[in-house]
């Protein structure tokens, strides 16, 4: 059964830094791993798409990189600005086709941006 | 990526009653999934629902207090049965597809 885990639960850092927020999962048979973010109150919004056979992906100051051996991913942000507080979680795809196949979510990092 | 209306956004139930909640996709899909989530905590999947057939539920989750139907392939509706406080949590549906999942807005329910 596959079991996903984040790190850390929350986080607190100072505007401009940067930070890196980490996700394992204990079955490395996944079709994909996919960050999201949530702010409070509200629904997901998908953040950046590994495919297995990929290992990394970027967008803006969001990098994304994954370690199917190892059963790692890291997210990892550059110059963290207030916007960037939300809750940001991680979702693992099992199974050969993404469609067919559920996701599995850990627990989240809950990050705070301070101005 | 598909797009997903959900409703109702939020609603107050009382007690024992039921409230099913619809999403409307903008594409045809082959599954869907419905998630819970509890205050302060992360997405659990509920089941999975594919058209023509009847949902498969995760481990914890039953048919009775959590029937499913998917009359299409662009449709499906989750009723939350005989509610109790603890079924006061955000219910989420999704999809899958090649560039990933996208998930509707949500509807936030409270039980009192």
């Known amino acids: 059964k596959q079991e996903v885990t984040q790190i850390p639960a929350a986080l607190s850092v100072p505007e401009g830094e940067n930070l890196v927020l980490n996700c394992s999962f204990t079955?490395?048979?996944?079709?994909?791993l996919q960050w999201f973010r949530q702010d409070p109150g509200k629904g997901l919004t998908s953040l950046l798409l590994?495919?297995?056979?990929?290992r990394e992906q970027t967008s803006g100051r969001l990098n994304a990189s994954l370690d199917k051996s190892s059963g790692r991913s890291t997210l990892y942000i550059a110059a963290s600005q207030p916007g960037d507080s939300a809750t940001y979680l991680c979702a693992v795809g099992g199974g050969q086709y993404s469609s067919a196949s559920k996701i599995i979510f850990g627990s989240g990092t809950r990050l705070s941006i301070r101005p | 990526s598909a797009v997903i209306s959900q409703k109702p956004s939020r609603d107050i139930c009382q007690r024992g009653t039921s409230l099913t909640i619809q999403c409307q996709v903008d594409s045809q899909v082959t599954m869907m999934f419905w998630y819970r989530q509890q205050p302060g905590q992360s997405l659990t999947l509920i089941a999975t629902?594919?058209?023509?057939?009847?949902?498969?539920?995760e481990s914890g989750f039953v048919i009775d207090k959590f029937p499913i139907s998917r009359p299409n392939l662009t449709f499906s509706t989750l009723t939350v049965s005989n509610m109790s406080p603890e079924d006061s949590s955000i219910y989420l549906c999704s999809v899958g597809q090649q560039y990933g999942y996208t998930f509707g807005s949500g509807t936030r329910l409270t039980v009192v």
């Open positions: 629902a594919n058209q023509g057939s009847e949902a498969t539920y």
């Open positions: 079955d490395s048979a996944i079709y994909n």
């Open positions: 590994i495919q297995s056979s990929q």
